[in-house]
């Protein structure tokens, strides 16, 4: 019999909330996987029975996402920092093999900056060298004070190379107004149509915030697709990519021509050559993402969630922006770019953040307190949290109100 074991409501960014029906599936896996008698973290990786749970949940995302063909799913660590590496060295790899006599300044990587892990993911790329690296757009320049990511640039404002050696964007802070995604003339959607015309553009998506809470626009014609598992489908150690076979590249022939020699642990080809077991997976990591994904199978799949998700986001804007009209809330980011995973805002007032995030912690919600560099109220909205816990924090925002009114009233 299900109980609630004392649990809290998490509404952390990462590590975050997991569904609690997986979380007691994964307390007998623990113990006996499969029915092998060895626990899930003691068994072999390349045991049957791990390598049927592993082509189950490969086939779980490929349907529930709907992977065409043309792109393989791999399974890594390292998380999305260490994508923020291997994607710049698997596409300067390509980009050598397509075009061998290209110096460094011909080169170009573009860099959409709206965030800071985008910006972050641009200094790697400055870091490893071998190529110009350009950026395409930078949000700040268009925030209230010029220094803030608050808000997603204009499309005119997106001025991508012609031929470049990728193109990076960061689809939580890119793509995510809740109220508009999908669709592709909104302000709020990447413009895929001013991409270079040519057929196999290397596009880059960070997809760490919001892998799986909802269907992804337009993914055929990404090139590489990656998130880190600790979000919206498992435990922290796992990264799932979705790579186009043309970015599969023979690293060494490349190294060959003069790119910069790839870690084999980082080489997309190594991954896909052994079925993403050229060494120790993160088997844990995989074997509670894979009982995550299921779930969302039975569930109804990313329609579903992107259903629940959508509501969830909207109603709690919604009391933000009620709070902000009472002059209590201020939110972080301008209206029509809020992401669907991560609402942020100020609560008013000397003292008042802390009476905010304390009374919560007091009612059984925690992981409020927002990230360390931009501060504030974070609210993250991932699968796992449902609309019944969005529901209480809202009950809450509304009493904190009334009472904040009720306090400025009294003489
Ligand atoms: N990209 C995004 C969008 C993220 O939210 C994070 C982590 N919060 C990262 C990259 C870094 O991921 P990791 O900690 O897995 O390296």
Redesign the pocket.
Known sequence: MSTDHGRVINFG??PSALPLSVLEEAQTGLVNFAGTGMGIAEISHRSKEFQTFLDEFERDIRTQLDVPPTHRILFTQ???????SAVVLNLLARYRLLRPQASAEETVLDYVVT?S??K??AEEARRLGGSTVRTVVDARVYSKDGKAFDNIPPHAEFAFSADPALIYY????TVDGVEFAHDAQSPASFPFHLLPQNTLVPLVA?????FMCRPIPRLADHAVIY??A??NIGP?GL?VLIVREDCIVDVDAAAKLGAAPVPLILSYKTLADSGSLYNTPSVLAIYMAGLVVKRMKENGGLPYYEEVNRRKAKKLYAAVHEGEQKGVFRRKVQQGSESWMNAVFEVLGEGAEKKFLDGAEKEGMKGLKGHRSVGGVRVSLYNAVTEQEVDKLIAYMTRFLAESASVEAAP
């Open positions: 960014a990462g390292g998380g999305g920092t260490g994508q923020f965030g892990w985008s972050k993911a960061c689809e939580n802070e960070d997809y760490s915030s919001s998130a880190g600790q979000k922290a990264t």
